[in-house]
């Protein structure tokens, strides 16, 4: 009988029958399930649809209302235009004046923390679509911002073959390929990783650049690159290194200039 009322283990062994909550749930929750969860912080309740005015779209993911208002947070100016850092005044940060990018402009939709962060999570660690088309719109509404050139193409950043195995998917290029219907733009998968998988996380910048170098290359439809602009598309920009990495080969390979265009930084 223990058993049939789904009762926990207790002493000895023995299952210990659960109380009469616990019942009344067993019985009654196919019938009245309780609400879902929020998909980015779990509280259950009423879920509301998240949009972005910018683009005039009436629903691109559903949350509870504290994680909805995150969502929508843009990353307020001023910020520095070589690497989207917040800075108390306009003009370059203090580290793109010593060492910079090598961007044309850098862009990013909102500060990575909150429901932001955690929506790039499940994409990217629980190969979670739900956020996808969230995340394509935030894009959209930055590449206003960025303003690139009308011939840009979208490259978006690689991962390692390996580590795209484990996850089973790009999350950056399938965010990036909504990117480009969004904004009527083609997405070129024109740059691969090469070389061993090292995580970058602790990492500095300087660590992060000469453990990059020579992890990148250009793939075979990098051809289209040639004589035009790039917009190199990434979750989250942290050091800028991955960035600065991938920049110095599409100019190599023949791009006219790079933009950066971000998630979240």
């Not at 484990?166 to 904004?183: D, S």
């Amino acid at each position: 009988m223990d058993q049939w009322f789904g009762g926990e283990s207790g002493s000895g062994g023995k299952r210990k029958a659960p109380g009469i909550g616990g019942r009344l749930r067993t019985w009654f929750d196919p019938l009245w399930p309780p609400p879902p969860g929020c998909p980015f912080c779990g509280r259950r309740g009423n879920l509301i649809p998240v949009g972005l005015p910018e683009l005039d779209r009436p629903r691109l993911a559903t949350a509870c209302d504290r994680c909805a208002g995150q969502l929508i947070v843009r990353h307020d100016p001023p910020h520095c235009p070589g690497c989207a850092r917040s800075t108390p005044a306009p003009g370059l940060c203090r580290d793109c004046l010593r060492h910079p990018l090598g961007l044309g402009r850098v862009c990013a939709y909102g500060a990575y923390r909150g429901a932001l962060r955690e929506a790039i999570h499940r994409v990217k660690f629980q190969r979670d679509g739900g956020p996808l088309e969230l995340l394509a719109g935030m894009l959209a509404v930055a590449w206003r911002d960025l303003n690139p050139p009308a011939d840009a193409l979208i490259v978006p950043v690689p991962m390692h073959p390996e580590k795209r195995r484990a996850l089973g998917w790009n999350h950056v290029e399938r965010v990036a390929k909504g990117l480009g219907r969004a904004v009527g733009r083609a997405a070129v998968p024109a740059l691969e990783r090469r070389g061993e998988l090292r995580s970058q996380a602790t990492r500095g910048r300087r660590e992060r650049l000469t453990a990059l170098e020579g992890r990148f290359a250009l793939s075979p439809e990098a051809a289209e690159i040639r004589e035009r602009a790039v917009v190199l598309v990434d979750d989250v920009l942290t050091t800028g290194a991955t960035a600065q990495a991938c920049t110095r080969v599409l100019r190599a390979g023949g791009a006219r200039e790079v933009y950066g265009l971000v998630i979240a930084r």
